[in-house]
């Protein structure tokens, strides 16, 4: 199973389009979301992918550990920020003595095999007194809503061909993503989201100006439910 995982996740990796586009405007949105949480103390990042947001979290010139499943992310992270650990694991296979103040997890939750196994795995690299913060695509986006309604898309949380190009396993709303944290054992210190986004990545890149698309990015936060991504951010149970 993990030589298929690893096979697999070396193919996203290769064929990745994270950091491109309305894509990459996403994550570095989410940074902004997430400095309003990010506590003192060191970071671990899982899932860094081509490092986007590995590079927003450095220059809060906190220590920074990222583990990856790919060999080819990890190495090129590797040239890119060698002043922070990389290290290539699954996320299952990984251990460490170490308590994090924080746990970084953008868009990682709708590629893993079990979110809630890997959420359990985390409280135990959580430091008491820190927190997690995770990021996924909304199902409710009104742009999936309006698939459905036009006949592209069954149901709201099927798989489009930009998800299984991303390797996503399944596609979250807000109701489910809450839910994994809570069966996991989590605090949810906060739910929010960003990006309302009415229509398809193509058609923002090709029509829309930054400008545009850093006002939608904002006007999600007004309307998670339907917002393009969700967050969370979690803590220990007392």
Partial sequence: MDAEEKQRLEHIANNSLYD???????????????????????????????????????????EVICVDGSEFFSEKLKEKYPSI???????????????????????????????????????????????????????????RQAGVIMGLLGAENELNDLDHHHGHRRVFD??????????????????????????????????????MLEAFMKLGERYPDISGEIYVVGSLKK
């Fill in 20 to 62: 491109k586009g309305a894509n990459a405007a996403t994550i570095h949105y989410e940074f902004n979301v997430f400095r309003r949480f990010v506590v003192p103390g060191s970071i671990l990042e899982l899932g860094p992918a081509e490092g986007l947001m590995t590079g927003h979290l450095v220059d809060l010139g906190q």
């Fill in 85 to 143: 650990e990389v290290i290539t694991s699954l996320f299952e296979n990984f251990e460490t003595d170490r308590k994090f103040q924080n746990i970084v997890l953008g868009h990682v939750l709708e590629h893993v095999d079990d979110p809630v196994e890997i959420l359990k795995l985390a409280r135990n690299w959580l430091a008491p007194d820190g927190i997690l913060f995770a990021a996924v695509p909304n199902a409710r986006s009104l742009h």
């Fill in 174 to 211: 807000p109701e489910s993503f809450r839910q994994a944290f809570l069966q996991s054992g989590y605090n949810i210190d906060y739910f929010g989201g960003y990006w309302l986004k009415p229509v398809s990545n193509s058609q923002i890149e090709a029509h829309w100006s930054p400008e």
